[in-house]
């Protein structure tokens, strides 16, 4: 791996500066007004109001500055207003904000599909599709797996987090605040003990030796043969940062193989460089049959994607999948850029 120095100048100091009275007056009449508007279901975890934000720093309505520990949730990765990435939105949106891909194509939703089948594990022949979130995503992968392989059954894994809609939502594994009364959930979602190597109950279990663990309560539970895919963030985020034993991927994503499973992994969170790597499996060599992607791919525009091989995501029927904004042309625009 090389590295490559890369010098950037920033608009705003980069540096923490809190003062006294916390929050300050106009962040507390903000989310005064904000609390008789906005759902009470919508939390935020910080008490102030973003003014602006540039690399790892976010400036506050007050005149606070903080370090951005959360990156928008592992989004902004490249920084809050990262030049490159304003420069090229700016560039595109004074084109065309939206055709939709699927009514008009355009060149940014191919270019990007190019660079993510470069950039994702294994040199087989790929195909992309962009969507606007990861659970969206996610959702998406689970229907190519499932028409690809003529079988139902999904299998997740404990501590898994994968999104918030109604598929999502199922295949995620805490209650609250993600599910706890939005149910019933959809079916056919299986969730499996994952490789915790922190809080095993027999902390010299080997990752291999968690991978048959899993494997054999899928065998029992549902049959192999029944099984369209496994779905893993390689490593966690929001179930706590957990990262499984050396082992436990490759094992698994060998045993999905045989059994004609299609092993989508999850990399959401982990992608883009958040793990010193491209992508989480990069780290044990693993390739994937699908892989997700959001978050930090496109500097902090909305657009998510899945990457797979070529026979699966190509015996879906022409408009089975897409959506309006889907790979809209000005995320793009900022993915590459990014
Ligand atoms: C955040 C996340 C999602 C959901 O992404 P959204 O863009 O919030 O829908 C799915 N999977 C993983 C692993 C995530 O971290």
Request: charged fraction near 20%; include cysteine.
């Amino acid at each position: 791996m090389t590295t490559t120095a890369h010098d950037i100048t920033y608009r705003l100091e980069q540096k923490r500066r809190v003062q006294a009275d916390f929050p300050g007056p106009k962040s507390v009449a903000l989310t005064e007004r904000r609390k008789a508007v906005v759902a009470a279901g919508v939390a935020s975890s910080v008490p102030v109001f973003v003014a602006d934000a540039d690399g790892g720093i976010i400036h506050d309505v007050d005149g606070n500055s903080f370090i951005d520990l959360g990156s928008g949730i592992a989004v902004t990765s490249v920084g809050a207003s990262d030049p490159a990435v304003v420069g090229a939105v700016k560039e595109a949106v004074e084109h065309f904000t939206h055709t939709c891909f699927m009514v008009t194509p355009y060149e940014g939703y191919v270019a990007v599909a190019e660079q993510l089948n470069r950039l994702t594990p294994g040199d087989h022949e790929k195909r992309t599709v962009l969507f606007n979130s990861g659970a969206e995503a996610v959702e998406n992968a689970v229907k190519v797996a499932r028409l690809a392989t003529g079988r139902d059954a999904v299998v997740a894994f404990d501590h898994a987090y994968h999104g918030r809609t109604n598929l999502t939502m199922a295949l995620t594994a805490k209650a609250m605040p993600y599910k706890t009364n939005f149910g019933p959930f959809a079916p056919e979602v299986y969730r499996m003990p994952m490789s915790y190597p922190f809080r095993e109950e027999n902390p010299e279990i080997t990752g291999a030796e968690a991978a048959k663990r899993a494997i054999t309560m899928i065998e029992k539970q549902i049959g192999g043969e029944q099984v369209a895919a496994i779905i893993i963030e390689p490593i966690q985020g929001e179930g706590g940062f957990i990262v499984p034993a050396d082992g436990f991927l490759p094992a698994l994503a060998d045993w999905a193989k045989d059994k004609g499973i299609v092993f989508i992994a999850d990399e959401v969170q982990s992608g883009f460089c958040r793990t010193g790597e491209w992508f989480a499996v990069n780290h044990e060599g693993v390739v994937p049959d699908i892989i997700t992607m959001a978050k930090g791919i496109a500097g902090g525009m909305p657009l998510s994607a899945i990457t797979g091989r070529a026979d699966l995501l190509d015996a879906v029927h022409p408009g089975g999948l897409g959506g309006t904004y889907g790979g809209n042309p000005v995320a793009c625009a900022a993915a590459l850029a990014a």
